[in-house]
Each structure stands twice: as C-alpha cells, then as structure tokens.
C-alpha cells in the first residue's frame, strides 16, 4: 500500500503481526474493524474477490487473533475465501493491493505465502479434518498449542466435516477448537426468547468460571466426585434438551457452547478465553451476517459473495448458453434434469430451478455424492445432467468410474470453468478433467468451441445413451473461432473441423478455448511464411472417432501434426489421440509433437498469466513450434 492508503487507514496500517493487535484498546479494536470493512470494500471493488463472506467474519478473525497465539496456535479457515481479514492482521497489509493478481496474494489460504496460513485450502469442507491432523501432531509433540478451524455452515453439506466429526475424540487433552460459523442455515434448536438467554447466559465468564470450578471440586472428591459430575452432566443435559434441543456436537460427546452473536467481539474473546481454559476439544457456535457493515451485501450476499474485477468486461457467455440449452432440452423431454452441487447461480442454473423446479437438484457442496445421486436418477428412466465446476469434479472420480461408467448409465457432466483460471489459481484451474476421463472405459467427452457446437454437443450427450461429458471454458465464444471452423454456418457436429489444409506441410490440432490460441499462432506464422492447417475437435473421446477424421481428412502433404492444449499434458488429449492417429494410420506417416501444461499447477508469478505459467500462450506455443515447422518447409 502507498503512503495515501496508509494514512487512510492509521489502525489497521499499523498492524504489522497479531502482538499488535493485543496492544489495542477496545476503542481502537472497534475502529479497526471499521478500517478493515473499508478496506475489504475498496480492494475486493478493485481486484475482484470474495467480499460478503469476508465482511461477515471481521469481528470473529479480530478476536481469535487477540486470544490466540498464531502462528504456534494454528487458525485454519474452511475454503480459504473467508481469509482476507486474517491475511491484513498477519503482516500483509502493505501487499494486499495484489490481492488475486499473478504473483500476488492469493484469494485463498497458502502454506508457501506466509507462516500464518497452517492449511491451504480453496476447496471447501477439509479444514477439520486437516485441523485434526495437526491437533493430533502437537499432541505428539507435546507443543500445548491449539489449533482452530473456522468453518461455515455451508460446509456441512460436505462428507469430509461429518467424517472428520465421527473422528473427534469425546474427551480428552486435544486442544482443538471448532468455530462453527452460522449465517444462512440452522444447525440447532435456537428459536425463542428462552433460546435468546441461554444463549447470553452460557457466553458470560462468570458461567464459564462456576463450571469448571464446579468440575475441579466434583472431581477431587474421593470414590463419589466423579460419578456424581457425570450423573449431574447427564442431568444437565436432559432438562437443557427438553428445553432447549440438542445437536449435533453435544450427542457426540463435545463440548459446545452456543450459539454466540458473531459480530459481538467481546462476547467471542470470552467465549474462546473460556474454551482454552476448558483444556479439551470444544466447539463455539457463532451466528453472523454475510456482507455485515456494507448494506448492498447484506442485503443480497448471494450477489456480493464473489465479485468481478473493476473493469472486468468478460461474461459467462458458455455457462448462460448452457443454462438456456438445458431449459430448452427440458421443455422437450420431461425426463431431463439438473443437478448441481451449492453452485445454482455459478453453473447457470437458476432459470432452470426457476422453470421445472420439481427436476432440480441441489446437494449442497457434495459433488461425489450429486454424481451417486444423479446415477440413481439414471437408473431409474431419467436425463440427469450433472453441472460442475471442472476443479470440483475431481472430488467425484470414483462415483464417475465405479457408479456411473461402470454400469453404463446414461448420466451427463457438464463441466463449467474448464481450462487454465486467470484469478483463483492453481485451486480452481481446470486442467485434469480430461486426463482422468480419458482412463474410464466408456464415457465419451465433447469440447464445443462455440455457442451453437455447445448447444449441439449438449443434445448428442444426452442422446448417447451412455455417461458423457460436455466441457467448456469460463467466458465468451471468440468470433475468429466462429468464421475460421464454420465459415457456413454451423450445422451439425462432425467431431473435427478442419482449416487452411491446402498445401499444409502442418496441422495443429486443439480443442475448446485452445481454438483461440491456434488461429492466432496460424495467423502469426502465415506473416512469417509458414503456412500452417487447423484441426479443431469438437468430440475428444473415443479418441479413435477424431483420429479417423485426422487421417482421412489430412492431404498427403502433411508431415507433421502438433497437439495443443491447456490441461494436464500426462495423460491427456495431446498423448491420447496421436496414439489413436499412430494406430489409424501408417505409422510412419507423420510426426508428432504435444503441448500442453507440463508437470506443474501452473502457478504464475508477478506479471505472468496463467496461460504463461503453463506455457500454453501464443508465445509460448510458438517458441516450441518455429524450430520444428521451420525445418518443415
């Protein structure tokens, strides 16, 4: 940050560690979180992010930084997109106006940016079980550190936190505190004014002190101290319950206090004071306000939850013509229908919801299970169309293989957000879903280029009969794709389009946005005197179907084909298909070369995109093809 920004915000530019912030009063503690509002607003506005969530969990990151001491006690927070509070507390202020840019900080929680951060995360629902391991490690050690997972309960509706709950202990030393963050959905009983004073009465210290004074006396008495706290505990527990209700973490034997006002910082620091004095594994309920202190996220957080860059111009022009497809295809044949996992809005579903609210299905942020699911749809007579996010997806691969593939089912992916991610990262890029397709026997996989191919593929996946998956990249179609592959028009799929083959001692051969990427580096070797064809697949798998194309279609004069993409080269569409073209054809007909992102996440440094970092632009490309196309003239 500048000088100008520094002085804007006095408090929170002094913050250079959390010793800093235990220094404060409480005025000043009270004018940071304002700082930090301002803050968030202002850079998120400009770089793009997450800002509801971040606003909602102020209060809640400024008092676990004043009770804990991070980073010997550890504080992980579930996905990571609530972690910008955290990250301007712990030493990064100065750097947060590279907030999500190449080089710069990442949106998300990351062991290699800081010693703050314990966990990465940007995947939702593994901080408790990662939390565990690392409770589990300082216990080994003997360190007498805490560590914390901070979790929404959003998710809950993941499989991991209910695995990793099964796998608390009871009682005991471990000195793991779950922070349980409620802002949309209720996870107990808590209606009422009665609720409403229990709730102030267990969050004040003095409660907090009489029962583990209680619990020491009780304990201490010989032969009948102990018996007798446990047969007041049960007690305890039985009117509270009757009154009250239960949940969750008391019936699997932990502590629990709860729930407590999220945005009221002391009430919190009591609570976590009180919890480490408690010396075992505890959760503190909280209930926020998504978007709390800005009043257009607060009122509309579903809106505010991540938002675009200034000046961003792009659209989800793939995902909306999905959406609109999907509805279309549903009008026809009332066996179709939609399931996602907690992303309605981000997959372009909500016209869908909307339209046939009775075949749409939201699991919540579970996606081995929304595959499960949609299999038992599948075998029971309906279309099931699948849409997720390609990074997500790689949570399901054993419900693709084992309960879809395997038994044939006719259930279709669509795999929103394919490809390389300009501002989330390495976390939510695309890269492996063709790969790990590839390996399973059966599932066919098509990758449009354009609106009308989308629309197209979509309607032949759902008629294949058979698990398929339709792929497409976050943005708009490029119209250079449009008039080069379909200078008529489109009319059907072919499952390759071919261009400039006339004389073509070269083809590159692509797929989905890589188009794109083809057409300019054909274009740019044309002004160098190379002449150069296309081959764009519009069906990837059965890779045999593309290469029958390739071989048939390919004059006599082509020697050499180059394969380019921007997933995971091992494994992927580049190897794949020139085996299937070897295989299709005299072996030694043609030369091959594949490009696509090497042995690497791809994470790009200050200045860099992530096209760069994979090394899948135009430039890149061309450095690697010019010394083989220039011998081939």
């Given at each position: 940050?500048?000088?100008?920004?520094?002085?804007?915000?006095?408090?929170?530019?002094?913050?250079?560690?959390?010793?800093?912030?235990?220094?404060?009063?409480?005025?000043?503690?009270?004018?940071?979180?304002?700082?930090?509002?301002?803050?968030?607003?202002?850079?998120v506005?400009?770089?793009?992010?997450?800002?509801?969530?971040?606003?909602?969990?102020?209060?809640?990151?400024?008092?676990?930084?004043?009770?804990?001491?991070?980073p010997?006690?550890?504080?992980?927070?579930?996905?990571?997109?609530?972690?910008?509070?955290?990250?301007?507390l712990?030493?990064?202020?100065?750097?947060?106006?590279?907030?999500?840019?190449?080089?710069?900080?990442?949106?998300?929680?990351?062991?290699s940016?800081?010693?703050?951060?314990?966990?990465?995360?940007?995947?939702?629902?593994?901080?408790?079980?990662?939390?565990?391991?690392?409770?589990?490690?300082?216990?080994?050690?003997?360190?007498?550190?805490?560590?914390?997972?901070?979790?929404g309960?959003g998710?809950?509706?993941?499989?991991?936190?209910?695995?990793a709950?099964?796998?608390?202990?009871q009682?005991?030393?471990?000195?793991?505190?779950?922070?349980?963050?409620?802002?949309?959905?209720?996870i107990?009983?808590?209606?009422?004014?009665?609720?409403?004073s229990?709730?102030n009465?267990?969050?004040?210290p003095?409660?907090?002190?009489?029962?583990?004074?209680?619990?020491?006396?009780?304990?201490?008495?010989?032969?009948?101290?102990?018996p007798?706290?446990?047969?007041?505990?049960?007690?305890?527990k039985?009117?509270?319950?009757?009154?009250?209700g239960?949940?969750?973490?008391?019936?699997?034997?932990?502590?629990?206090?709860?729930?407590?006002?999220?945005?009221?910082?002391?009430?919190?620091?009591?609570?976590?004071?009180?919890?480490?004095?408690?010396?075992?594994?505890?959760?503190?309920?909280?209930?926020?306000?998504?978007?709390?202190?800005y009043p257009?996220?607060?009122?509309?957080?579903?809106?505010?939850?991540?938002?675009?860059?200034?000046?961003?111009?792009?659209?989800?022009?793939?995902?909306?013509?999905?959406?609109?497809?999907?509805?279309?295809?549903?009008?026809?044949?009332?066996?179709?229908?939609?399931?996602?996992a907690?992303?309605?809005?981000?997959?372009?579903?909500?016209?869908?919801?909307?339209?046939?609210?009775?075949?749409?299905?939201?699991?919540g942020?579970a996606?081995?299970?929304?595959v499960t699911?949609?299999?038992?749809?599948?075998?029971?007579?309906?279309?099931?169309?699948?849409?997720?996010?390609?990074?997500?997806l790689?949570r399901?691969?054993?419900?693709?293989?084992?309960?879809?593939a395997?038994?044939?089912?006719?259930?279709?992916?669509?795999?929103?957000?394919?490809?390389?991610?300009?501002?989330?990262?390495?976390?939510?890029?695309?890269?492996?879903?063709?790969?790990?397709?590839?390996?399973?026997?059966?599932?066919?996989?098509f990758?449009p280029?354009?609106?009308?191919?989308?629309r197209?593929?979509?309607?032949?996946?759902?008629?294949?009969?058979?698990?398929?998956?339709?792929?497409?990249?976050?943005g708009?179609?490029?119209?250079?794709?449009?008039?080069?592959?379909?200078?008529?028009?489109?009319?059907?799929?072919?499952?390759?389009?071919?261009?400039?083959?006339?004389?073509?001692?070269?083809?590159?051969?692509?797929?989905?946005?890589?188009?794109?990427?083809?057409?300019?580096?054909?274009?740019?070797?044309?002004a160098a005197?190379?002449?150069?064809?296309?081959?764009?697949?519009?069906?990837?798998?059965?890779?045999?179907?593309?290469?029958?194309?390739?071989?048939?279609?390919?004059?006599?004069?082509?020697?050499?084909?180059?394969?380019?993409?921007?997933?995971?080269?091992?494994?992927?569409?580049?190897?794949?298909?020139?085996?299937?073209?070897?295989?299709?054809?005299?072996?030694?007909?043609?030369?091959?070369?594949?490009?696509?992102?090497?042995?690497?996440?791809?994470?790009?440094?200050?200045?860099?995109?992530?096209?760069?970092?994979?090394?899948?632009d135009?430039?890149?490309?061309?450095?690697?093809?010019?010394?083989?196309?220039?011998?081939?003239?």
């Amino acid at each position: 940050m500048d000088k100008i920004q520094r002085k804007k915000y006095p408090i929170l530019s002094g913050i250079s560690s959390p010793a800093d912030l235990k220094l404060l009063s409480d005025e000043d503690t009270d004018s940071l979180a304002d700082e930090i509002r301002e803050c968030l607003v202002e850079r998120v506005s400009e770089n793009g992010g997450h800002l509801a969530s971040n606003l909602g969990v102020v209060e809640l990151t400024l008092a676990l930084h004043r009770v804990f001491d991070a980073p010997d006690d550890r504080i992980i927070f579930d996905v990571g997109h609530q972690s910008y509070v955290h990250k301007l507390l712990t030493g990064r202020f100065d750097s947060f106006d590279t907030l999500r840019r190449p080089g710069g900080i990442s949106g998300f929680t990351k062991r290699s940016e800081s010693v703050y951060d314990p966990f990465g995360a940007g995947h939702s629902s593994t901080a408790l079980s990662a939390a565990l391991g690392i409770a589990e490690a300082e216990k080994l050690s003997g360190s007498g550190n805490w560590t914390v997972a901070v979790i929404g309960d959003g998710a809950f509706t993941g499989g991991m936190v209910h695995e990793a709950l099964n796998n608390c202990p009871q009682a005991g030393d471990l000195k793991l505190l779950i922070v349980i963050n409620e802002n949309e959905m209720s996870i107990s009983k808590n209606i009422g004014s009665f609720a409403r004073s229990l709730s102030n009465i267990r969050t004040t210290p003095g409660y907090f002190r009489t029962k583990l004074v209680t619990r020491k006396i009780l304990s201490a008495i010989p032969l009948i101290g102990k018996p007798v706290l446990r047969f007041l505990t049960a007690f305890k527990k039985k009117l509270k319950d009757g009154l009250y209700g239960s949940n969750l973490f008391e019936d699997l034997g932990l502590y629990y206090v709860g729930p407590v006002d999220g945005h009221d910082r002391r009430k919190l620091e009591t609570a976590f004071r009180e919890a480490v004095k408690h010396g075992e594994s505890a959760v503190i309920h909280i209930k926020t306000v998504k978007g709390k202190g800005y009043p257009p996220a607060e009122e509309n957080p579903d809106d505010w939850h991540s938002v675009p860059a200034s000046g961003f111009s792009g659209t989800n022009g793939f995902s909306a013509e999905f959406g609109e497809a999907l509805c279309r295809a549903a009008t026809v044949d009332s066996t179709v229908c939609a399931v996602t996992a907690a992303m309605e809005k981000g997959t372009s579903l909500d016209k869908f919801h909307r339209m046939f609210p009775e075949r749409f299905f939201d699991v919540g942020i579970a996606e081995a299970h929304a595959v499960t699911f949609a299999a038992g749809l599948a075998s029971d007579g309906m279309k099931p169309v699948c849409a997720i996010y390609s990074t997500f997806l790689q949570r399901a691969y054993d419900s693709i293989l084992h309960d879809a593939a395997l038994q044939g089912l006719p259930l279709t992916l669509c795999i929103d957000r394919a490809g390389l991610n300009e501002t989330d990262g390495a976390t939510h890029h695309g890269i492996f879903d063709v790969a790990f397709l590839s390996s399973i026997p059966g599932v066919e996989i098509f990758a449009p280029a354009t609106y009308d191919s989308l629309r197209a593929s979509l309607r032949a996946a759902l008629a294949s009969g058979t698990t398929a998956a339709v792929r497409y990249p976050n943005g708009s179609e490029d119209p250079r794709v449009v008039s080069e592959f379909y200078p008529d028009g489109f009319r059907s799929l072919t499952g390759v389009r071919f261009s400039r083959l006339d004389g073509a001692v070269t083809v590159i051969v692509c797929h989905g946005r890589m188009a794109s990427v083809a057409v300019e580096a054909a274009d740019r070797l044309k002004a160098a005197g190379i002449g150069c064809g296309l081959a764009l697949c519009e069906l990837i798998k059965p890779y045999s179907v593309p290469a029958e194309l390739i071989v048939r279609r390919l004059p006599a004069t082509v020697r050499r084909i180059i394969f380019i993409e921007e997933e995971i080269k091992q494994g992927g569409f580049g190897m794949n298909l020139s085996d299937a073209v070897r295989d299709a054809a005299d072996r030694e007909r043609f030369s091959f070369a594949v490009i696509g992102t090497d042995d690497t996440f791809a994470v790009p440094k200050s200045g860099m995109t992530a096209a760069r970092a994979a090394g899948v632009d135009v430039d890149s490309i061309l450095r690697k093809i010019m010394p083989l196309v220039s011998r081939d003239r």
